[in-house]
């Protein structure tokens, strides 16, 4: 059995998200041949993305949700339907022991993340810390110091918003 789990920038922009759901394709792809379990906070951008390629290979998804209220209080109305809609496919839902959405939220649910996962797909563009704690780099650092295989996706004309 294969787990993977995922980090990656949620602001990704329109161009860049075919390019990102291909590339995910083309790993998952890779990783087939026995069971595939995918670890995701399925949040808007990298995350959903990686869980919605994970289920059409077959694989079962593990939605892990920062705190209580982070439905309510974080995923904005365009996401929502993609965010319930991966919350019902998931065959577990971990929901971290806070009632709000914190950056002590965030590391909790990343920590889970790399606890759980062999692998760690990291959709980031290669960019250090931008400091606020819980961000793609950080888990990309946190998974190499524990020894964790990291997979970056970042396809060539990639970009985030702004």
């Not at 789990?5 to 890779?30: N, S, Y």
């Not at 593990?62 to 339907?81: C, G």
């Amino acid at each position: 059995m294969t787990t993977l789990a995922v980090t990656g920038h949620m602001d990704l922009t329109d161009d860049t998200v075919p390019l990102v759901k291909e590339a995910l394709r083309k790993l998952l792809a890779d990783h087939q041949g026995g069971e595939l379990v995918g670890l995701s906070c399925i949040a808007k951008g990298s995350d959903s993305l990686f869980a919605e390629a994970l289920l059409d290979a077959g694989g079962r998804l593990i939605a892990v949700i920062p705190s209580e209220d982070y439905r309510q209080r974080k995923v904005k109305p365009d996401h929502a339907p993609t965010f319930d809609r991966l919350v019902e496919a998931a065959v577990e839902v971990l929901v971290m022991p806070h009632e709000t959405a914190s950056r002590s939220a965030y590391e909790s649910a990343n920590k889970a993340l790399l606890e759980r996962a062999d692998r760690l797909v990291a959709v980031w563009n290669g960019q250090p810390p931008g400091g606020k704690g819980g961000g793609t780099a950080e888990v990309v650092m946190a998974a190499r110091e524990a020894g964790m295989p990291v997979e970056v996706v970042w396809p060539d004309g990639a970009a985030r918003k702004g």
